[in-house]
């Protein structure tokens, strides 16, 4: 019977399963809000059960432990801390724009002190979340569901009339996505939707003009620019915020004199007060920060005061620069405008945002009408029975005295009356007040009050004009009701700002690149040599040199790798043994030629350069790194755009691997691997076979290698294109790429170079580039040759042998890039 019980399962299929519904657990019921009402599930459930609890404005505030027994016990079936942290956050005035509640008591700080326990604070429904949340959830207007044991129903989203997503924003962290919302102001906003509403076909530089920006709780400046724009129009983007400082005299203390010192009043949202006062304190103690005498905080009730003195040496506008560079004074929200959609999370723009709500309100418009035109026409029914019965009131007397029993005074009623059984009920049970002639005359008056309320819902449901109208007024109440001033201001010109601030950090170098690029002939040619110099020469003397020149096998200067035009200001990627790379400062070789170590970032001391790639702007293209243990993974070339002067890991090696060739792949191509034993493996370059990747990843692996085996290069060819192999023996081959048959990753391959002398191994394998090819024999000699000499073979051919000096082996293929 147990073995019955037992099912087997594959563990890949169990784990992706659980995964799966443990991501949906968390993106649906926990941490993304609801497009329409701008709630997460929690804090709708604290709303809701407040509600249900009758703590409105109007009433005394009640202890947060019953919010949260309620919420727990009822709707919520989580950890307690948990819903107090989240009802901890709708009270903060700090945090939230528009605070959906009201508290009493001590519920944190800006400087990140924690609120007090559930058992000290209380609080209510705020007006705003009181009136524009939760007025209309008697009215039939959103579903209700079951809660987690069916023993009650919850609402599935709340009646909002205005966009709460926008007005507090959102903070939430998924499985694979992350929403952060930034908080708006709430007159702007509906002003928006008034538009959208009139003109839905409104132009996207209208509506920015219309909603400029974040409004943040705690104030500060937004730097508007290209971030403000980007996250409106697709969702995604990085405002830059900063606090708000200004200079002024202060008095030290009695007898001192009066010193500058930087006054800030407000800081950007979400930063902690006591934190960045202690974060500036450390840097100014590590020298990194001068100028600086003294830190103080002087905030009151009356608003955030903090004192930084300056010495008397100082300059203040310096200072203040200091702080906005160095410090968090000046920071960048990361927005990413993500909520629930029909259940499923999509990112969003802010028109697509606005327009989701209005399809709501005006859904759950039309469903309140719909409640009230069904009361409304049940009412008349019964107020016009009532006055039949008292237009004919002696014979309703004479039917009921008639009857036997209440039942057979309602069949009569309605027979003799042509009343219906809700009526009928209706006279059974009216009281003899309702014989007096004022009486008789509310009646009537009722009854002509709900037939022109009937015509008026009636319109609403007919003519979406006369419903949008409504909401329109709606809307305009609200925002007379409950709009305020905007705290954030606007600053224009925030990419030029950014763009300063970027300068400042990296102070002179890119300043110092243009100048010595700018002192360079336009006609001069970057060289570099195979043994890792870098220079700057000119035609002339390029042409003396002979470095594009084949040569016989011989003592020789060492040859180029690479000679290029510097008038477009290539830029070139160099790749270090440990998976890192940063871009080669070339410009300062006119002043002093040097090795590759000299242009290079410091951190990159020490480490052996084993590639130096042209960076070509095209987005199509992407850059593969091969790593000694055969594995392989690309880039996206967007990767290298911004490294400026620094150099940063692209690929995470293990002990005792290293990086052993990079090349351009382009989708299309073909990437040919191999192997010291002559094994050769040709791929596709697509996403199935050579995904795109992170810089922290390893990349899969392509080719298993046999113990005493070593992968010797790579590179990525079309169908016509041929490839070069050498030997440590001297063989050379030029291989037709197309001969070769496409495998799957960890297959054998095929033998691509068949050795003549049983000892003998592949040492390089190479693209033909411009078709000028250096073989570098032992340590000083070399030979050149143009592989165009090379007759073209398939896989089974054995390719030329070079004669080559007694105990000389072939080191490297050094193809000429130009």
Known sequence: MAEERIQPIALHQEMQRSYLEYAMSVIVGRALPDVRDGLKPVQRRILFAMHELGLTPDRPYRKCARVVGDVLGKYHPHGDQAVYDALVRLVQTFASRHPLLDGHGNFGSVDDDPAAAMRYTETRLAPISHEALLDEIGNDTVDFASNFDGSQQEPTVLPAQLPFLLLNGCSGIAVGMATNIPPHNLGEVVDALISLVRKPDLSDDKLLELVPGPDFPTGGEVLTGSGVRDTYLGGRGSIPMRGVAHIEEVQPGKGRHRRAAVVITELPYQLSKAGWIEKLAEQ?????????????????????????????DAEATNVLGELQRRTALQSNFGAILLALVDG??????????????????????????????????????VVEGLIKALDALQRVIALIQAAADAASARASLQVQLGLSERQADAVLAMPLRRLTSLEQDGLRSEAEELRGERTRLRELLDNRDSLLEALVRELKALRKRFATPRRTRLVEGGDALVAQRAAAVRPNAERQRQQAYGALASDG???????????????QLLGRLHLDEPVDLGEHPAPARLILPIAGQPSLLAFTSSGRAALLRWEFAGQQTGNLEKFLPESLEGERVVQVLPLVGDASLSLGLLSSDGRFKRLPTSEFQELSGRAVTVLKLRDGVELQRVVTCREGDDLIVASSTGRVLKLAVNEVNLPLMGRSAQGPVLM??????????????????????????????????????????????????RFQERSDQLVDLQGLGSGLVSVLVGDKRHFRFNADQLETQDAPGSGEHYPLGEGERVRELVPLIR
Do not use: W
């Open 344 to 381: 499923k999370p999509q990112q969003l723009s802010l028109r697509q945002l606005l327009e989701r709500f209005l399809e709501y309100r005006e859904h759950t418009m039309i469903r309140r009408t719909n409640h009230a035109l069904k009361r409304a026409e049940d009412r008349l029914e």
């Open 525 to 539: 040619r970057l060289v570099i040599s195979a043994d890792g110099q870098v220079r700057i020469v000119a035609p």
């Open 704 to 753: 298993r290698l046999l113990p005493g085996e070593t992968v010797v290069g790579a590179v990525t060819a079309g169908a016509s294109d041929d490839v070069l192999l050498a030997s440590t023996g001297g063989q050379l081959k030029r291989l037709r790429a197309g001969g070769l048959r496409r495998c799957e990753r960890g297959d054998l391959g095929q033998i691509g170079l």
């Open 284 to 312: 100014v103690n590590d020298g990194k920060i001068g100028g600086i005498a003294d830190i103080r905080d002087e905030s009151d009730r009356d608003g955030m005061r903090v004192v930084v003195e300056l010495r008397r």
